[in-house]
């Protein structure tokens, strides 16, 4: 009985799974696993052609497992960043929004923004809004309906 092609499917296994902590490209990572898994099946059944039917295998079924789990993470709901974490959130109106000068500032989260309105209607200081999109720097935003589960909420806070 032969150990040394156990070995180097081993060490291979091994090999490519570090490679893939630097990489993160999910390819050497499901090659890695199917080397190590054929490594097993060379110690258990020695012979080439099991071990490399193992291999493939065991790749194979590692390239399955990365696809689901990419499918599985890209579906879930990504966190909003930067700009785009103030779609949906109330504020108020510091200065007045008027779309035909273009002025209008607004406090959202405890920030002052550039605004201008969705529907070219102004809103006066002081008033609720909500913020509907970002274009450029400034925010696009309509006035809030209030519902008396919100009228307590401090615009500051979002």
């Given at each position: 009985?032969?150990?040394?092609?156990?070995?180097?499917?081993?060490?291979?296994?091994?090999?490519?799974?570090v490679?893939?902590?630097?990489?993160?490209?999910?390819?050497?990572?499901?090659?890695?696993?199917?080397?190590?898994?054929?490594?097993?099946?060379?110690?258990?059944?020695?012979?080439?052609?099991?071990?490399?039917?193992?291999?493939?295998?065991?790749?194979?079924?590692?390239?399955?497992?990365?696809?689901?789990?990419?499918?599985?993470?890209?579906?879930?709901?990504?966190?909003?960043?930067?700009?785009?974490?103030?779609?949906?959130?109330?504020?108020?109106?510091?200065?007045?929004?008027?779309?035909?000068?273009?002025?209008?500032?607004?406090?959202?989260?405890?920030?002052?923004?550039?605004?201008?309105?969705?529907?070219?209607?102004?809103?006066?200081?002081?008033?609720?809004?909500v913020?509907?999109?970002?274009?450029?720097?400034?925010?696009?935003?309509?006035?809030?309906?209030e519902?008396?589960?919100?009228?307590?909420?401090?615009?500051?806070?979002?």
């Open positions: 009985m032969e150990i040394l092609p156990a070995w180097l499917w081993f060490i291979a296994g091994l090999s490519l799974l490679v893939e902590l630097n990489t993160a490209t999910f390819f050497f990572g499901t090659v890695g696993f199917g080397a190590l898994v054929a490594s097993l099946a060379d110690f258990l059944l020695p012979g080439e052609i099991g071990s490399f039917v193992v291999f493939v295998v065991g790749t194979g079924l590692a390239a399955y497992l990365a696809w689901k789990f990419d499918i599985y993470s890209s579906s879930q709901e990504t966190l909003r960043t930067g700009a785009d974490r103030l779609i949906d959130e109330t504020g108020t109106v510091e200065e007045e929004i008027d779309p035909s000068t273009g002025d209008g500032v607004v406090l959202v989260n405890g920030e002052k923004w550039r605004a201008e309105p969705v529907d070219d209607v102004k809103i006066g200081t002081g008033k609720r809004i913020v509907e999109d970002i274009e450029g720097t400034s925010l696009v935003v309509s006035e809030f309906e519902d008396s589960g919100e009228k307590n909420k401090d615009p500051e806070e979002g």
